[in-house]
């Protein structure tokens, strides 16, 4: 009745339709392929469900090969995920608008993950600084060439290190660091660096 009820048919019509006319994606030979792999063993998968009423929605199905009075059956268990995959659907779109916005930024930005291996550089990054990822695939690349004097670099990581744990104790924005910074073909620009965290 459950699952009558989800694509909004009455028990008794589901007895006399067949799987492929309510499932837009499985056809007679992936339901045979999957018949005859499967055996007892199990298997997730995603399509998508046409309800009585011609509407669409994507669907999750758990199944499992049993054996029942000498014969060979899939159980499957149907779960309905339109909304995961509308939410799936949205951080992408978020991400894309996201990376759009920072690719035309005329402000350099920079990104790294947890390991301090620089991620992502944008169009105006690579142009101010001459810097690409492969020059500074790890922070500690940067450093050393962004600021290769060694006392200037030590003075500018400690400056750093202390805003972003101030920042991170206090829950507050990084405050930004002046800083000289040695471009790729040797020239200095004295630019305001701040970072933030991202989810």
């Not at 005859?36 to 199944?63: A, P, W």
């Not at 159980?75 to 339109?82: A, E, Q, R, S």
Request: proline share 4%.
């Amino acid at each position: 009745p459950a699952f009558a009820k989800m694509l909004g048919y009455s028990v008794e019509e589901l007895g006399r339709i067949n799987v492929k006319d309510w499932d837009i994606k499985l056809g007679n030979s992936r339901i045979e392929e999957i018949t005859y792999h499967l055996g007892m063993e199990h298997l997730n998968i995603e399509t998508q469900h046409r309800r009585k009423d011609g509407t669409i929605y994507d669907v999750e199905i758990s199944i499992s090969g049993v054996e029942w009075a000498g014969h060979n059956y899939l159980f499957c268990l149907h779960k309905d995920i339109t909304i995961r995959k509308q939410s799936e659907i949205a951080l992408r779109d978020s991400e894309a608008r996201f990376r759009t916005i920072i690719e035309v930024s005329p402000i350099p930005y920079a990104l790294n993950d947890d390991l301090q291996n620089v991620t992502y550089l944008n169009a105006s990054f690579i142009k101010t600084y001459g810097y690409t990822v492969d020059d500074i695939p790890h922070l500690s690349d940067w450093w050393s060439k962004a600021y290769p004097d060694h006392e200037y670099r030590q003075e500018i990581v400690a400056t750093w290190r202390s805003h972003m744990e101030k920042a991170e104790r206090e829950s507050q924005p990084f405050e930004p660091v002046e800083a000289e910074i040695v471009c790729k073909n040797g020239e200095k620009r004295i630019a305001l660096v701040a970072a933030a965290p991202l989810n």
